[in-house]
């Protein structure tokens, strides 16, 4: 296979780097960093939840405090008045009956707004305690991302160096199986017994993949398909 020095030390090289990578992505203060995360935005909805029926209850009481304030306007009105209509008992009748609707409402919700408050102050107590965690796991793992950096920035620029030497249709291909999280995505065949096995998945090569890799610089497993390469 051309160029299949640069390649293999490209491999090599990629291989380093996830492992500097994984090495932070798997971190504790990491995994820690992300708990306090989604902890912190679970706390946050419950708070925001709260205050949402919380309004909606404040706007129960407000509704109630106005038709009280218009049944006593109409009752002073009416007070004065010389003649009380059949029409103006009706619409008395029609506010106080909005009223009560009203008041049953909130006195469904009244056992509830203890709780809600109960919640909220809760939620408030545990976002505090979740970002002071996340504070925390985010110092150590910038202090553990600062001791890797210097060797994922010196990998990254001796790959991009070396991807120009690679032909755009290999490392394509390459990219394309480590993608897929295969590593190595180029591996070499073994022999055992006459017949040709991909050292990636240890499959044998079938009669007609033996034939190609024979008569090609490299073929594709046909199981992993990963790139199996000839040496020499
Ligand atoms: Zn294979």
């Known amino acids: 296979m051309k160029d299949l020095d640069i390649i293999l030390k490209y491999q090599e090289l990629d291989i380093k780097l ?5 090495a932070l992505e798997k971190s504790k203060s990491y ?6 995360r989604q902890d912190f935005s679970i706390a ?3 708070r ?3 205050e949402k029926t919380a309004e909606n209850i404040l706007s129960y009481v407000e509704s109630a405090q106005k038709l009280s304030k218009e049944i006593n306007a109409m009752l002073d009105r009416l007070a004065k008045k010389e003649e009380i209509t059949d029409e103006d008992i009706a619409q008395l009748e029609k506010a106080k009956a909005k009223l009560s609707e009203v008041e049953a409402k909130i006195s469904e919700r009244k056992g509830q707004s203890e709780k809600i408050i109960r919640e909220f102050l809760d ?12 504070e925390d796991n985010k110092k150590e793992f910038m202090e553990l991302k600062a001791t890797k950096q210097p060797e994922i920035n010196e990998l990254t620029k001796e790959l991009k ?4 030497k690679i032909s755009p249709e290999v490392l394509k291909l390459y990219k394309s199986i480590t993608a897929e999280r295969k590593f190595p995505a180029f591996v070499d065949a073994y022999v055992d017994k006459d017949s040709y096995y991909c050292r990636g998945c240890g499959i044998a090569l079938s009669q007609a993949k033996t034939s190609e890799y024979k008569n ?3 073929c594709i497993c046909e199981k992993c398909k990963r790139v199996i390469y000839k040496k020499g």
Do not use: I, S, V, W
């Not at 996830?18 to 994984?22: E, I, S, T």
């Not at 160096?161 to 120009?164: C, D, K, V």
């Open 44 to 46: 946050k909805k419950t």
């Open 123 to 134: 939620a408030g107590e545990q976002g505090k305690k979740h970002k002071t965690a996340f």
């Open 161 to 164: 160096a070396l991807e120009e």
């Open 18 to 22: 996830r492992k500097a990578n994984d």
């Open 216 to 218: 090609n610089p490299y």
């Open 48 to 50: 925001d939840d709260n």
């Open 31 to 36: 995994e820690n960093m992300e708990k306090a």
